[in-house]
């Protein structure tokens, strides 16, 4: 349960990192880099993460799938035809949805490797859930003498 908690910061940590990244890119003069003001020993101070190699696999597959996210995102900044820019946010998302494929199988095989069934469960199901998204329920129609009664009616 831990290392899930990790790998769940970590991603968003990340997506936060990315998010920045761009709006500081776009020219956002509130994002935009401040002098540093930390002491010269910082960097003794503040505890270095350490990750494992299950952590830097998956770290790896998610910054993989940022670098060819970003990669079709100044394709599409650059894009005139409407057509091709829905054809690249069409990219974009297939890219994202393999990128979270790819690593919810890989923590899937590294959770059952290490015996952690649940973790390997949980993630076995979310990637059936994204490859056969379960379909919506709606609630059933009341009956007219019902709808009625609960709208207050006689």
């Known amino acids: 349960m ?4 990790t790998l769940i ?18 020219g956002d003069p509130d994002l935009k880099a401040r002098p540093n003001r930390t002491p010269a020993n910082a960097d003794l101070q503040r505890a270095t993460p350490r990750y494992s190699a299950d952590e830097l696999v998956l770290l ?6 940022v670098a060819r996210v970003r990669e079709i995102g100044a394709q599409l900044a ?16 297939e890219i ?3 990128t979270r494929l ?5 923590l899937a ?28 329920t709606f609630a059933p129609a009341l009956p007219r003498a019902e709808k009625k009664l609960v709208q207050g009616g006689k």
């Open 60 to 65: 790896a597959i998610q910054e993989e799938g």
């Open 109 to 136: 095989d590294q959770a059952a490797n290490r015996g952690d069934l649940a973790q390997a469960d949980a993630a076995r199901t979310e990637i059936e859930n994204l490859k056969n998204p379960p379909r919506p």
């Open 96 to 98: 994202k949805k393999q």
């Open 2 to 5: 831990k290392r899930h908690s």
């Open 102 to 106: 790819h690593f919810l199988e890989t």
């Open 78 to 93: 650059t894009a005139q035809d409407a057509e091709h820019r829905r054809e690249l946010q069409q990219r974009i998302g």
């Open 9 to 26: 910061a970590l991603g968003l940590t990340l997506s936060a990192t990315i998010c920045l990244t761009v709006a500081a890119a776009a």
